[in-house]
């Protein structure tokens, strides 16, 4: 097809006619407020051989432009759910494991934290994709996170609990369970 140049015209005028998935509406009627008036039918019952011609080109651009809109439609929604995974669906109350990849916490390199945290309980359902955690008080961060960030936690009965919280520091005989106060701290920093 070398005239694609005279067709250019045609295909965007079926471009900007064409209903969008999202807004189900075209974007010439989101720009203009209208659906725009095209030509009549096409008619070929013309005596001149040349308005017949042309008018058989004209609907033979506009049919394959709709098919091939249509196929790249079929390909970009293919191409999309490739890579689309249907993560697990939580509910209120279940636990799950936080990923500390974007987590601030104190550890001098990044590298030297934990790979997930948690398990934390989910306390609200925010949207299918965003969960509400209960964070220690002490993490001074947003509490809603998306599911892609998020691991179910799991016990097992030959291992019962996946997650052992450290243990409890024994004074005198006595178990500790609060901190009383922070003697000395001090950050580091490379500057």
Not at 55 to 83: F, G, P, V
Not at 85 to 100: A, E, T
Not at 106 to 123: D, E, N, S, V, W
């Amino acid at each position: 097809m070398d005239n694609w140049a005279d067709l250019l015209p045609f295909a965007e005028f079926l471009h900007n006619i064409k209903i969008h998935s999202a807004t189900r509406k075209t974007p010439f009627e989101l720009l203009h407020g209208f659906q725009p008036y095209f030509q009549p039918k096409i008619h070929l019952n013309s005596a001149v051989p040349t308005v017949e011609q042309r008018l058989m080109t004209m609907q033979k651009a506009q049919d394959e432009a709709k098919a091939s809109q249509t196929i790249a439609a079929e390909d970009m929604h293919r191409q999309e759910d490739k890579y689309r995974k249907d993560g697990p669906i939580f509910k209120q109350g279940d636990k799950v494991w936080l990923d500390g990849k974007n987590l601030r916490l104190q550890y001098p390199k990044a590298k030297f934290g934990l790979k997930r945290q948690g398990p934390f309980k989910i306390i609200q359902v925010i949207s299918p994709v965003n969960y509400k955690l209960k964070l220690p008080p002490t993490w001074k961060i947003h509490p809603v996170f998306h599911a892609g960030l998020l691991m179910p936690y799991h016990e097992t009965p030959e291992h019962n609990l996946n997650y052992m919280p450290p243990p409890l520091e024994v004074i005198d005989e006595e178990q500790e369970w609060k901190v009383e106060g922070v003697v000395k701290s001090h950050v580091y920093s490379k500057n």
